[in-house]
């Protein structure tokens, strides 16, 4: 299988830590999404009409949306729960990822630490404030949630955690105080012990380039 990403992504490295934690070896195709790399025609024709990333390539299918992607690559393993009440309420976090956690949290970290403060339009600088709010509002919430327990959802690690470790962990990048949620930082250290861990890459992706080139 082959993942088509940026490896600064938290979306696409959501997928590569849930192979990792796995054991599935994958290959990687690195774009850069700042110089518009999936926006090309050849891309566009043969990954993602969509234009985005990641995308998971499994021979000749193509899989976008990372919390589908780890869903793909989990099904039958520890990662999803047994349980059917469990498994609803791990979707359920996955689903509050992508629509509470990561418009805020994620999107504060790209203005931030890939855009830059100086760089961002008008709109985007009126934002600010309730993008801010509504990030720390999640990480509040989540900070409650694990007052008590050990992971998101069961006993043991899932694909709620890794969906929201991914930008969790780097969210100090858009300004967010971690050290301000030690329910937090206790989860992330688990996380990070988990056998198969392996840490997301920060730096520009220039190995091994995708059809963009």
């Not at 509504?134 to 409650?144: F, S, V, Y």
Request: charged content about 25%.
């Amino acid at each position: 299988m082959i993942l088509h990403e940026d490896p600064r992504s938290g979306n696409c490295y959501k997928i590569r830590l849930t192979a990792a934690l796995l054991g599935i070896p994958l290959q990687f195709r690195a774009y850069d999404i700042m110089n518009a790399e999936t926006r090309t025609p050849v891309f566009l024709a043969n990954v993602n009409g969509n234009g985005r990333i990641p995308v998971l390539q499994d021979g000749d299918k193509f899989l976008p949306e990372s919390n589908a992607a780890c869903f793909y690559l989990a099904e039958g393993s520890g990662l999803i729960p047994d349980d059917r009440f469990e498994r609803a309420d791990m979707l359920r976090w996955m689903f509050w990822e992508q629509y509470n956690h990561e418009p805020n949290v994620a999107t504060l970290r790209f203005w931030m630490a890939f855009v830059g403060e100086d760089a961002l339009n008008d709109l985007q600088r009126a934002l600010l404030p309730g993008k801010r709010e509504q990030g720390d509002a999640a990480l509040a919430l989540m900070d409650k949630q694990l007052a008590s327990r050990r992971w998101f959802v069961g006993d043991r690690i899932s694909l709620a955690d890794i969906a929201l470790y991914a930008y969790t962990h780097v969210s100090d990048d858009g300004g967010f105080n971690l050290k301000a949620y030690a329910h937090i930082g206790d989860w992330m250290e688990r996380i990070a012990s988990e056998p198969g861990y392996v840490p997301m890459n920060k730096e520009t992706p220039l190995a091994v380039r995708g059809p963009a080139d």
